[in-house]
């Protein structure tokens, strides 16, 4: 039993990674701007290797700063995406996200170990994530938790994308880009869209897939990132086989029959 309490920290920093992501994906979800989230943790990588090479170990409030510049900037085109052309917005995103990973590219080409940056950005490192990233994570799940309790309205709306920008930069620097997205989107999909589930149904479905993926990781010496997605992909999977709706979900109830008064 103790040759596996060193996971701990990695499952921990998962909990408080799925207790931030999975809120935050709903929204995303609830949207329709599924891309936004993968070309805004594009970007955010793209200032992790920006970050490696030209500003190492510049930190604002415990984030990488240049991840986290590169993060705002992307969440600002989103937006100006979102509102302005609306009707090509998934084109526009896309070109973002492709734009973004041709820089991160371009960036490493010309560094010994860029392959083995650029597969960190996506990939991550988490089943080695240190207890020193722990109390950040925390603070980030309590900032979703207080946006989350706060009423629909206009400062929840205007608050969603930076937070998210902050989210993002900081888990995508831990877990990489494929993990945080599957976060973000797979979990609250299955078990909040598909089958009307609560939002803690959806983070204990997260959490359950990081998990299963670390252990696997551990036990099988395989890296951590590639089989924390597949188990969240399982995860859900099986809650969409297993959690059936009934026959009237998703259909509305039939009207109830009124009678027409008899003719006297």
């Not at 909990?15 to 955010?44: C, E, H, N, Y």
């Not at 510049?58 to 009707?87: D, E, I, K, Y």
Request: proline fraction near 6%; glycine fraction near 8%.
């Amino acid at each position: 039993m103790t040759d596996w309490l060193w996971l701990s920290v990695p499952v921990a920093a998962s909990a408080l990674m799925a207790v931030s992501l999975v809120p935050l994906g709903q929204r995303v979800l609830a949207r329709g701007v599924v891309f936004a989230d993968l070309a805004i943790a594009q970007w955010a990588a793209l200032g992790t290797l920006t970050g490696r090479a030209w500003m190492p170990n510049h930190t604002v409030a415990g984030l990488p700063f240049n991840s986290l510049l590169f993060a705002l900037l992307a969440v600002t085109l989103v937006h100006l995406m979102v509102q302005r052309a609306a009707a090509y917005r998934e084109a526009l995103i896309g070109s973002l996200y492709v734009l973004g990973a041709s820089l991160a590219t371009l960036i490493v080409s010309h560094n010994p170990h860029g392959a083995q940056h650029l597969a960190q950005t996506l990939n991550g490192d988490l089943l080695w994530v240190t207890p020193s990233a722990l109390p950040t994570l925390g603070i980030m799940a309590a900032l979703v938790l207080a946006w989350q309790a706060l009423r629909p309205s206009p400062l929840q709306a205007g608050l969603f994308l930076p937070l998210f920008a902050v989210a993002v930069t900081l888990t995508v620097e831990l877990a990489g880009i494929y993990v945080v997205f599957a976060t973000l989107i797979v979990s609250p999909l299955a078990l909040c869209h598909l089958r009307s589930r609560g939002i803690l149904a959806a983070v204990a479905a997260a959490l359950a897939g990081h998990a299963l993926g670390l252990a696997l990781s551990a036990h099988f010496d395989l890296p951590a990132g590639p089989l924390v997605v597949t188990a969240i992909v399982g995860v859900g999977m099986l809650a969409l086989v297993t959690d059936r709706p009934s026959v009237s979900d998703g259909k509305p109830d039939a009207a109830p029959s009124v009678s027409k008064p008899e003719n006297r």
